[in-house]
């Protein structure tokens, strides 16, 4: 019972005492930053977590001399999270989002039946003055 002796024998805090608990708890993930997950910094985590990779083809190279750039993006992704992404990762701003998914093919290799993974692909059309060197040495 030495448990419940310890609640027991506690003594009830003071208006005081919670509003020192409360600093405290603001100021200990700015000390220890990266440690703790906080609610509003898992939707800045996410935009660590997006796989944005250039589509290199003739078409997207076509594209890119006119503004737009063509990237392979996760089908969870939407085009929020694809223009905050591509602002960060490439210090440019974003004017207009396209997305585009692709639904496996059934692929069959003898008896054994299977499917290609889904795909999505994202066309940023970034603003005026704004430009992107995805295909240098490529």
């Known amino acids: 019972m030495g448990i419940f002796n310890r ?3 506690q003594k009830p805090d003071t208006a005081e005492d919670t509003d020192k608990k409360l600093q405290d708890k603001k100021t ?7 440690l703790v ?4 910094k898992i939707a800045r985590k996410r935009l660590d977590v997006i796989m944005i990779t250039p589509r290199i ?9 006119k503004g737009k750039f063509v990237f392979d993006v996760p089908v969870t992704a939407n085009k929020i999270e694809i223009r905050k992404a591509v602002e960060a990762l490439y210090g440019v701003k974003v004017e207009d989002v396209n ?6 093919k059934m692929v069959r290799r003898g008896r054994i039946q299977g499917q290609r993974n889904n795909w999505k692909k994202a066309m940023v059309t970034l603003k005026k003055g704004q430009k992107l060197d995805l295909f240098v040495g490529v």
């Open 7 to 9: 609640i027991k024998n």
């Open 28 to 34: 200990e993930p700015e000390a220890a930053e990266g």
């Open 37 to 40: 997950l906080q609610p509003h």
């Open 57 to 65: 083809s003739e078409k997207a190279a076509v594209l890119s001399s």
């Open 99 to 104: 997305t585009a998914r692709g639904i496996g």
